[in-house]
């Protein structure tokens, strides 16, 4: 396939500039998972610390996980805030995707606005839980792939997220 590459250590963006059917068999060959970002009453964003014995231990990122098969991303991630936070969500617009790669494994990551429908969240997959100002968002150690989320979830004092568009159907900001 051919594709221009934007690199970091371990993350990179695609832009395939060959054939569609190419980039479905590479997209086919990769773990998607989904990833929500989840605001309180006041414009905080919910995060998460992954658990220091689990691949990228230590490093906090927005709450998510892997979509399984048959399932789509939305639900995926549905699923995957009621398993480890305990809450129903009603999942909203995609905001942005990353590419994460490191040898043997491939990530393609999809974040999505997403509105608490009920419950508060609890730490249930033992991870740590954190309300942020959007604007403190980079003193939080994340891996790398969420780098250009939290570039535009900061811009502005987070304005510039809130503005962002949402489908019709979607909860407002």
């Known amino acids: 396939m051919q594709a221009r590459e934007t690199t970091t250590p371990t993350t990179r963006a695609l832009y395939p500039t060959s054939s569609p059917v190419a980039l479905a068999g590479t997209l086919r060959s990769m773990i998607i998972v989904t990833a929500a970002v989840i605001r309180d009453e006041v414009g905080r964003v919910l995060l998460a610390r992954r658990p220091a014995d689990r691949h990228m231990g230590g490093l906090w990122e927005f709450p998510g996980g892997k979509v399984h ?45 997403a509105t608490l429908v009920t419950g508060r969240p609890l730490p249930l997959d033992g991870q740590e839980l954190a309300w942020v100002e959007p604007s403190e968002l980079d003193r939080y150690e994340m891996p790398p792939a969420d780098a250009a989320l939290v570039q535009t979830l900061t811009r502005d004092g987070g304005r510039a997220s809130q503005a962002l568009p949402f489908e019709e159907g979607d909860a407002a900001p």
């Open 69 to 113: 098969e048959g399932e789509s991303p939305a639900a995926g991630l549905a699923r995957e805030l009621a398993e480890e936070l305990g809450v129903e969500a009603r999942i909203g617009a995609p905001i942005t995707f990353a590419v994460h790669e490191e040898p043997g494994l491939a990530i393609l990551l999809l974040f999505y606005r």
